[in-house]
Nanobody
């Protein structure tokens, strides 16, 4: 059974930085993609950044140029470096992995089937 455990969430002021980590274990089968998703109160969950098995990355328009997704396959760990944080980045951030991606809007998007428990990021103005 795949387990994903996020860490690194915190409360920061606008303009600050955070790095989220996602440690994975128990992988079996195909892992086509891994990604970070977020959900703010009253809003739908959205894909923030994802990385495919080929290394191709996808970012939400709102985080392009500020966030960077990366992975360390040797450590089975996914990272999300977040810079120049804004109050609108406040959300619960979830790590996820899945066996497939879908191509739309000119980019590949991860279709997860396994989720972590989430880590809270709060950005104050």
């Amino acid at each position: 059974q795949v387990q994903l455990v996020e860490s690194g969430g915190d409360s920061v002021q606008a303009g600050g930085s955070l790095r989220l980590s996602c440690a994975g274990a128990g992988y079996t089968g195909s892992r086509v993609c891994m990604g970070w998703f977020r959900q703010a109160p009253g809003k739908e969950r959205e894909e923030v950044a994802s990385i495919g098995v080929d290394g191709a990355t996808t970012y939400a328009d709102s985080v392009k140029g500020r966030f960077t997704v990366s992975q360390d396959n040797a450590k089975n760990t996914l990272y999300l470096q977040m810079r120049t944080l804004r109050p609108e980045d406040t959300a619960m951030y979830y790590c996820a992995t899945g066996p497939s991606r879908r191509y739309y809007h000119g980019e590949w998007h991860c279709e997860p089937n396994t989720w972590g428990q989430g880590t809270q990021v709060t950005v104050s103005s």
